[in-house]
């Protein structure tokens, strides 16, 4: 299968399952003392792979690799697989992520949109959002904002808002991620991390 990277702009995001023996984790997210980090992290393993539902139905696979390259796969990189079936539900619909993970070989991906993205970003910081636009979806103090066309996706915005003097730990998204109207606002005491991928 061919992949096609994605041009980065100034800022970067990103997201990640298996085959053969792994088990299911309810992943929280892992506090990594630096701003600048894996915006998903394998955590050790080989491979994580996290599903994406909208109301039921698949929306994405995100195949994120560990350190070293894996068969076909390259080290410290997301494989993006997206299907077009659930895109219209995307802001009217619950976004539920769960995830996988495992050494050994990976399962290969397909989809009717499929990309690579870099696994290693930088976090920046916000005052105000800096993105408008497309469904945004939250989770406690983290949210994911996802723009589309017709074909697919087309870019990807996480945030994080944390008490003041807090850094920005490792995004491991698991269960329900509501649909919520809207920019992300920064309440006083409180700061604003970001990163954000368009997907060409």
């Given at each position: 299968?061919?992949?096609?990277?994605?041009?980065?702009?100034?800022?970067?995001?990103?997201?990640?399952?298996?085959?053969?023996?792994?088990?299911?984790?309810?992943?929280?997210?892992?506090?990594?003392?630096?701003?600048?980090?894996?915006?998903?992290?394998?955590?050790?393993?080989?491979?994580?792979?996290?599903?994406?539902?909208?109301?039921?139905?698949?929306?994405?696979?995100?195949?994120?690799?560990?350190?070293?390259?894996?068969?076909?796969?390259?080290?410290?990189?997301?494989?993006?697989?997206?299907?077009?079936?659930?895109?219209?539900?995307?802001?009217?619909?619950?976004l539920v992520f769960s995830y996988t993970d495992g050494n050994g070989a990976p399962p290969s991906q397909s989809?009717?949109?499929?990309?690579?993205?870099?696994?290693?970003?930088?976090?920046?910081?916000?005052?105000?959002?800096?993105?408008?636009?497309?469904?945004?979806?939250?989770?406690?103090?983290?949210?994911?904002?996802?723009?589309?066309?017709?074909?697919?996706?087309?870019?990807?915005?996480?945030?994080?808002?944390?008490?003041?003097?807090?850094?920005?730990?490792?995004?491991?998204?698991?269960?329900?991620?509501?649909?919520?109207?809207?920019?992300?606002?920064?309440?006083?005491?409180?700061?604003?991390?970001?990163?954000?991928?368009?997907?060409?």
């Open positions: 299968m061919q992949w096609r990277s994605a041009l980065l702009g100034a800022f970067v995001c990103s997201s990640l399952f298996t085959a053969g023996c792994y088990a299911p984790h309810e992943g929280d997210a892992e506090d990594v003392g630096e701003v600048a980090s894996p915006q998903l992290d394998p955590d050790g393993k080989s491979w994580r792979l996290f599903k994406l539902t909208l109301g039921g139905t698949l929306l994405a696979r995100t195949l994120v690799i560990g350190d070293s390259n894996v068969g076909n796969y390259s080290a410290a990189t997301e494989y993006w697989s997206v299907g077009t079936a659930a895109l219209p539900a995307l802001g009217t619909k619950n989809g009717a949109q499929t990309f690579a993205l870099p696994r290693d970003v930088t976090w920046s910081s916000f005052t105000t959002d800096p993105v408008s636009g497309g469904s945004l979806y939250k989770n406690d103090n983290v949210y994911l904002r996802i723009a589309k066309s017709s074909n697919g996706l087309t870019r990807l915005t996480w945030y994080q808002v944390l008490p003041s003097g807090a850094v920005a730990a490792n995004v491991v998204p698991s269960g329900t991620f509501l649909p919520v109207s809207g920019p992300v606002s920064v309440p006083s005491g409180h700061v604003g991390r970001y990163i954000d991928q368009p997907i060409q």
